[in-house]
């Protein structure tokens, strides 16, 4: 299971770890829906395709490794291709912060937070998901649950 952990109170950035062996450090920025992480001595960045309303792209140097759209505005759904796989990323409810990950309409890994008040994120994918991936997840995971929280300070 891997757990993304934030590195202090105030940092968007997260430690990940998977069952306790440190795995990667992913850098979100703290006032756009990006973020950066490098897995194995290749630097991966998450970003928008284009400015306003785009799909979030991952991207290892020119190539697009996965790409995730929202099909909705009004859902916090998203639909991610990745090397000829189609994923789902769906909120378990409307209430929750739990998302499911689901490939061709079967549960195939769970991002939920670590605890009721924390940003800490677990998550129990599948082995078979490649970690680039997962860490995709991860970032997104994250951008999602601030989106949510800026909407509901306002």
């Not at 306790?20 to 950066?36: Q, T």
């Not at 799909?55 to 140097?61: I, N, P, R």
Request: aromatic share 8%; with cysteine; glycine share 4%.
């Amino acid at each position: 299971m891997l757990q993304a952990t934030p590195k202090n109170w105030f940092s968007s950035s997260l430690t990940v770890a998977d069952d306790g062996v440190h795995v990667a450090d992913i850098a979100i920025s703290s006032w756009r829906e990006r973020g950066s992480f490098s897995l194995a001595g290749t630097p991966y960045s998450v970003h928008r395709e284009r400015l306003m309303g785009a799909a979030f792209l991952l991207s290892a140097g020119d190539s697009v490794v996965a790409r995730a759209n929202q099909p909705s505005m009004f859902q916090r759904t998203l639909v991610i291709e990745s090397q000829g796989r189609e994923y789902t990323l769906r909120p378990k409810s409307a209430f929750m912060r739990q998302f499911l990950l689901e490939e061709q309409s079967r549960v195939i890994g769970c991002l939920s937070p670590a605890s009721a008040l924390t940003r800490k994120i677990d998550a129990d994918l599948a082995e078979s998901l490649p970690q680039p991936l997962a860490l995709f997840l991860l970032c997104l995971t994250a951008i999602m649950w601030r989106r949510d929280a800026q909407a509901h300070s306002m």
